[in-house]
């Protein structure tokens, strides 16, 4: 079964649009969810899933698909990143 791993969806509408992309196409995934802007922890459950510091990200197996734009949690700071493919 695919996971999807999101943040925040009032925060991060890249999250929420994958989110629904997958609902919409009646394709079954498990959500998983990962709060943004709450600190370490937090922010280490982001870079163990997505090495790139990025959500939403989709698990097939081992095998993991980021997103074009989606929101980047660094190990210094978080902001909101625009990444060009």
């Known amino acids: ?3 999807l791993v999101i943040g925040n969806k009032n925060y991060s509408s890249w999250s929420m ?4 992309a997958l609902r919409a196409n009646g394709i079954a995934f498990e959500e ?3 709060p943004l802007y709450t600190g370490a922890a937090d922010k280490q459950r982001i870079l163990d899933v997505a090495p790139s510091g990025k959500v939403p990200v989709l698990l097939d197996g081992d095998h993991g698909l980021g997103f074009a734009r989606h929101y980047r949690i660094s190990r210094r700071a978080v902001s909101a990143k625009t990444v060009v493919a």
């Open 17 to 20: 649009r994958a989110w629904i």
């Open 32 to 34: 998983i969810f990962i």
């Open 1 to 3: 079964m695919l996971k």
